[in-house]
């Protein structure tokens, strides 16, 4: 079942469009990563979702309704952004007083827990607080809300290593226990990449993936060996991106078939899956590419459509 529909969504400001006639829906009870380089549109995403903002054109329906000045709605959704704005002289304490009457599901004592492992000082001022403190605070009403929809929009900007494996390790106990719909905005892919069960690519506004995490997983392979080895397996296929040295190249392609696979290796060449990162990268760089040839918005080539929604 899906909590979010939205159709043909657009949002301009001025000449710039953030979000370039999108349709998509997000699945109930499923961890979602939002990716994209900067500027490609996620937070402006976010922000229509949550009623922050109101599109240019096209439809939003979460839960069932748009959700712009909708209180149903709002009172299921948490949306954890870095730009988080709270009254001034207000300290951590009065966030974890405030949240349950914000959050129908507050888990106080999951909160307490939290703010012991992310070591937040409560009774500090918000605005004295340090970046990642900032970041911890934030992440931990985001998994103490159990909001049925929560965004986390970069939660950890300056968190630490461990707070940062921390952040992922409750997450998922949590949401084991608790599942809800998770959507997570993050450069850092290749942390995220086991946590993600559905992967959603923007870039420049228009949605380039929107796909099951496993079967992203397995939709692309890097070939490697003598660049005469490469361009030759190569000839023919849809290339997602080459890179030379010297003599020697790799290049990423779209999923190959077992056939596909033997006459690489019978080639000489060494065959590697792909992670989520190189993957967001080459289609990046493929869509850049496209773009730029026609002067349009880029759509990847035929043989990645495959881990496009079919519209
Ligand atoms: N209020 C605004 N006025 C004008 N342009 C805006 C405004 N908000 C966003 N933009 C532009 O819209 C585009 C999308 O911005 P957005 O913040 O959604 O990107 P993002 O994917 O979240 O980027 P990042 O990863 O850098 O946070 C950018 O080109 C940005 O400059």
């Known amino acids: 079942m899906s ?13 710039v469009l953030a979000v370039n006639d999108v349709t998509l829906s997000l699945e109930q009870d499923i961890i979602h ?24 054109s096209g439809s939003i329906s979460v839960f069932g309704a748009p959700p712009v000045e909708n209180a149903r709605v709002l009172q299921n959704i948490c949306f954890i952004k870095e730009s ?15 949240a349950p009457l914000f959050f129908e599901n507050w888990d106080s004592a999951f ?22 403190q900032l970041s911890s605070l934030g992440v931990i009403v985001g998994l103490a809300s159990r909001a049925p929809l929560t ?29 809800r719909t998770v959507i997570l905005s993050t450069h850092l892919i290749d942390e995220v990449q086991n946590l993600l069960q559905h992967v959603i690519v923007i870039d420049e506004g228009r949605i380039l993936v929107d796909s099951d995490a496993e079967e992203l997983r397995g939709s692309a392979t890097t070939v490697a060996g003598t660049a005469r080895a490469v361009d030759a ?23 190959l078939s077992d056939e596909d696979r033997a006459a690489a290796a019978a080639a000489g060449l060494d065959i590697t899956p792909v992670s989520l990162q190189q993957l967001v990268v080459s289609l990046s760089e493929t869509a850049q590419a496209a773009s730029a ?5 880029a759509q990847l080539g035929t043989s990645t459509t495959s881990t496009q929604r079919e519209k």
Do not use: W
């Open 3 to 15: 909590v979010v529909e939205i159709a043909n969504l657009t949002k301009r400001y001025g000449s």
């Open 33 to 56: 990563g939002l990716l994209g380089r900067n500027g490609a549109g996620k937070t402006t995403l976010m922000q229509l979702l949550t009623g922050q903002d109101f599109a240019s």
């Open 84 to 98: 988080q704005k709270y009254p001034e002289d207000f300290r951590a304490k009065h966030v974890f007083t405030n």
């Open 111 to 132: 909160a307490e827990q939290l703010v012991a492992e992310f070591r937040l000082p409560l009774n500090r001022r918000i605005k004295k607080l340090s970046r990642g």
């Open 151 to 179: 965004f986390f929009d970069e939660p950890y900007l300056g968190l630490d290593a461990v707070a940062r494996q921390l952040f992922y390790d409750r997450l998922l106990e949590d949401f084991a226990e608790h599942p």
């Open 233 to 255: 397996f190569t000839l023919g296929r849809t290339v997602l991106s080459r890179q030379g040295l010297g003599a020697l190249a790799q290049a990423t392609l779209s999923r």
């Open 293 to 297: 040839h026609s002067g349009t918005s």
